[in-house]
């Protein structure tokens, strides 16, 4: 099964615009997040996209003190939804924040959804996801 059925029109975070302007923009490098929810919002878009181009952007915004060996989405898993439960600091003046999140996936198992409350800081100007707690 392919990662995702992915339109480029409109953005699979789900902010209504287009994926080129959104995250597409985070994802190739010529912008960075400016809040802790932008970027997770372009982490899940990066699952979503999957491919080269979203594990690279995985690799690039994670924190290399819990940063997996192996960042390559799984390419049975469709991303069908996001939604932000909550979020804490995490604001262009901010160090570190925290998003809750909910991400909705079709796989070999079925539907479903993975809950979690994830944790970032920055790093020098940059925001990198550091951890996350599953609900």
Do not use: K, N
Request: net charge neutral.
């Amino acid at each position: 099964m392919p990662a995702t059925p992915f339109d480029p029109t409109g953005c699979p975070c789900g902010t209504g615009r287009t994926y080129d302007a959104c995250c597409g923009r985070l994802h190739r490098g010529a912008a960075q997040a400016g809040t802790a929810e932008e970027l997770m919002r372009s982490r899940y878009a990066a699952y979503a996209v999957g491919g080269r181009t979203g594990a690279d952007h995985l690799f690039r915004t994670w924190h290399p003190r819990t940063r997996p060996d192996d960042v390559d989405p799984d390419p049975r898993t469709t991303w069908t939804g996001l939604e932000i439960v909550r979020t804490d600091a995490g604001g262009p003046d901010d160090t570190v924040g925290v998003v809750a999140f909910r991400a909705h996936h079709d796989g070999p198992g079925g539907p479903g959804v993975m809950a979690e409350t994830s944790r970032f800081e920055r790093r020098g100007r940059r925001w990198v996801y550091v951890d996350g707690d599953l609900a």
